[in-house]
């Protein structure tokens, strides 16, 4: 007897192996090394890219909130080079810089920032956990002079500032201890006037124009958002609801584990449940984290299909955990990670490496013959009604026919009312 499960013709959802190209737009983001004078790699400048062109345009701090999340989105999990980013006043003061790992991220001061009491004070906060700030467009004003006693680096632009300009640059961060840094070399003759004036790093078009990064973006869900507004501006904040609300946005859930990972960065340990990451990550960086996700959530259109398939998956996991003697939380979260690859485009070994979970489950995101391995193969098959895979797998994990379709069945009219869809959730 074939195993039938009673899925609504609406919420079918497609074979994993045949989905429909994504509608979400993708996400880009400009990088451009940073070079020592041996032309060894130092680090990268972050550039907001609203489309696929080599300039900027659009508003400042919208595009300092889009970078960092793009960061968290696209750049791996590795903090061997150093990330220049700029930042606006905004950006420094209400925090959201923290969103990034302090060890390899270095603070762009632009020359529009005066510096404030309020700003320089948050500045200093941000130096004693570990940023370093770079000064771009200094000017030897009087009024900049504060902003050299942050400075790691100074960043002399080679095309507007004249021999007279740079002479004056040099004049006034002399003895500050800050490295220079030549930035909008385009050709030899520069270079070498930057070497011979004492920069030591280098950027510009000589080297290399910005390379482009791009990445399909996660489809979230506006319904866990207008909740979570109202969870996160509690005191103190709800973590069982703000797990809750988490757990049912895919795209909020990759972003936390990215930061998890990089909390951990230097420490052992792994993140098997949403739970454990938002205590490691701290109820800060989660509402910065939601803040600038939302920069660019709603002016997207995204795959409403999509976000319910991850999230009956994860459902009908941990609906299926206990019958296989494992944790629930951690199967909920295998289900919810296991389209990434489709979500982001990027193979699967690639995204595994930024994520702090368990080798077990990055095992059985793989699709090995562990419990959970099995697990996502039974639903897959349930999506893509290989019935006869089905029955395979049930006898092999021990599970009755009759609660397997059930389990389905209730996972699908779940992720349906998650996403507020009445029609099926009744």
Same mark, same amino acid.
């Given at each position: ?47 907001? @890219?609203? +489309? ?12 300092? @909130? ?5 960061? *968290? ?13 700029? +930042?606006? @006043? ?28 309020? *700003? ?60 220079? *840094? ?31 990064l791009s990445s399909r973006t996660v489809p979230q869900n506006y319904f866990v958002y207008l909740k979570l507004l109202a969870v996160l501006h509690r005191d103190p904040t709800d973590l069982r609801r703000l797990e809750k609300l988490i757990s049912a946005d895919v795209s909020l859930c990759y972003r936390v584990l990215r930061l998890a990972n990089s909390a951990l960065q230097g420490h052992p340990g792994m993140i098997s449940t949403v739970r454990e990451a938002l205590l490691m990550v701290g109820d800060d960086a989660v509402r910065k984290m939601v803040t600038v996700a ?7 259109? @995204? ?48 995204? *595994? ?74």
């Amino acid at each position: 007897m074939p195993l039938l499960a009673p899925t609504p013709p609406s919420a079918t959802p497609q074979p994993a192996a045949s989905f429909p190209p994504l509608t979400a737009p993708s996400r880009f983001l400009g990088r451009q090394p940073i070079l020592d004078a041996q032309r060894r790699l130092f680090g990268y400048e972050l550039l907001y @890219r609203s +489309c696929k062109t080599d300039h900027f345009s659009g508003d400042p701090d919208l595009a300092t @909130r889009e970078v960092i999340d793009h960061w *968290l989105l696209l750049i791996p999990g590795s903090t061997r080079t150093a990330s220049f980013v700029n +930042c606006t @006043r905004n950006a420094l003061v209400e925090g959201l810089v923290t969103l990034l790992p302090p060890e390899s991220t270095v603070l762009e001061i632009l020359e529009n920032i005066d510096p404030a009491p309020e *700003l320089f004070d948050c500045c200093l906060a941000l130096r004693k956990q570990g940023y370093r700030f770079a000064l771009d467009g200094f000017l030897p004003q009087p009024s900049r002079a504060p902003f050299l006693a942050l400075a790691d680096f100074i960043k002399i632009d080679f095309q507007s500032a004249d021999h007279q300009l740079r002479h004056e640059i040099y004049t006034m961060a002399a003895g500050c201890g800050a490295r220079l *840094l030549g930035e909008k070399i385009e050709n030899d003759i520069q270079l070498r006037i930057a070497i011979s004036e004492g920069c030591t790093l280098f950027q510009g078009y000589f080297f290399s124009q910005p390379v482009l990064l791009s990445s399909r973006t996660v489809p979230q869900n506006y319904f866990v958002y207008l909740k979570l507004l109202a969870v996160l501006h509690r005191d103190p904040t709800d973590l069982r609801r703000l797990e809750k609300l988490i757990s049912a946005d895919v795209s909020l859930c990759y972003r936390v584990l990215r930061l998890a990972n990089s909390a951990l960065q230097g420490h052992p340990g792994m993140i098997s449940t949403v739970r454990e990451a938002l205590l490691m990550v701290g109820d800060d960086a989660v509402r910065k984290m939601v803040t600038v996700a939302m920069a660019g959530a709603l002016s997207s259109h @995204r795959s409403t299909a999509l976000i319910s398939l991850a999230l009956s998956r994860a459902q009908f996991c941990e609906l299926v955990a206990p019958s296989l003697s494992a944790e629930p939380a951690q199967f909920y979260l295998l289900g919810l990670l296991s389209l990434l690859d489709v979500l982001l485009e990027t193979p699967l070994d690639r995204i *595994l490496q930024t994520l702090p979970i368990t080798p077990e489950m990055k095992s059985a995101l793989a699709s090995d013959e562990s419990a959970g391995g099995r697990a996502l193969d039974l639903v897959r098959s349930l999506e893509s009604c290989d019935w006869h895979r089905c029955e395979v797998i049930q006898h092999k994990l021990g599970l009755a026919e009759g609660a397997i379709a059930a389990m389905y069945a209730h996972s699908l009219r779940w992720a349906s009312s998650m996403l507020g869809d009445e029609t099926h959730s009744r």
